[in-house]
């Protein structure tokens, strides 16, 4: 038997706003963060944000490290993670997965954050010109990793 | 691996009718990437992650929600048909009137005391979970020249990994206002459409009962990667 997966509809406006809290925190090393906007440069406000990340050595597997997290911008379209900077999975290199859903997106949109320009077979796989746009900027411990869904340096987002 | 997606069975990026959808879609062509161990697992450890909230936004007694009473029977399973046990759902509707609970709602329909709204639930070994609730109603959507959504009740999953992650909307049987409703229509095959639409189960029960199948990415034959 091969069922169809069931059709993706939009988050909405009104996701509860318990369901993102507190879920953003998963480490005390770095922090990720970055703002949202749409089109006409708006920032958006409550729109959901999941990531996903190895560990400090590279694994997924690991029971003592939960590479999960999820948040939720604030009105001005900021969100915000604490995590651990992740160790380099074999055969990539460092990153963290990111998920968006809102209102306004029938479907999720998926992308990922790396933290330099280099070999990578995902990374690779996005027209050179467009790669930068995927590499957080540094500033201390502080990476940040802003995404623009449409428009003006548009953020990357894969198709899977 | 994870099988590509039949497009007909999925929405389009930009709705007619739905006016955010084309200032929130990329313009750019989405870029297919191959798929490593990072987009192959998943979190494994949610339910210690997410505290679990109750099943039950109805209430009982003099703190019974408005509406009517009704039970939703939910099952996870994946590509196969296989449950998946430990699956995390999480539910959230609007109340009987058409309310929401949250400060971005701006419609003049009555907050109900009673009325929780939101749930979030792991699968047992058979991949269901069961809501007990009230049947949400049918709001107007500001700034849209009259268009209603149809009762809904918004369901988010995950499955086995990263890119099983499911979010949408499950719907009522013979509801007028599915016909119209631009985010169930986004999806152009017919089949999918009804896919999203619950089972009514004739019962003797003083709660109506509805079957509702979500169907995650993935294999159960997926195999495990480091």
Known sequence: ?160 | MLERRDPKTQSEGIVAGYAQTAQRWPAEPLVRRPLTASELTGPHDLPKKLRMLRGDLAGKGEKRAAGQLIQVRARVVDEDGAPVPGAVVEVWHCNAAGKYIHPNDSNDAPPDPNFYGAARMVAGDSGLVELRTIKPGAYPVPDTGGWWRPPHIHFSVWGRVWLSRLVTQMFFPGEPLNESDAILNALRDADARSRCIARFVPSKTNYLVYEYQIVVRGRAATPKLA
């Open chain 1, 1 to 160: 038997m091969k069922l169809i997966p069931t059709g993706e509809m939009t988050l909405g406006p009104f996701f509860p706003r318990e369901f993102a809290a507190g879920a953003n925190h998963l480490g005390d090393e770095i922090e990720v963060m970055g703002k949202i906007t749409q089109l006409d440069g708006r920032a958006l406000d409550n729109v959901v944000v999941e990531i996903w990340q190895a560990d400090r050595d590279g694994r997924f597997d690991n029971p003592k490290f939960s590479g999960w997290g999820r948040a939720a911008t604030d009105a001005k379209g900021i969100y915000r993670f604490k995590t651990i900077k992740p160790g380099a999975p074999k055969g990539r290199i460092a990153h963290i997965n990111f998920l968006i859903l809102y209102s306004g997106l029938m479907r999720q949109l998926q992308t990922t954050m790396f933290f330099e320009l280099a070999a990578d077979p995902v990374l690779d796989a996005v027209p050179e010109k467009r790669r930068a746009l995927l590499v957080a900027r540094r500033e201390g411990t502080v990476y940040r990793f802003d995404l623009r869904l449409r428009g003006e340096r548009e953020t990357p987002f894969f198709d899977d």
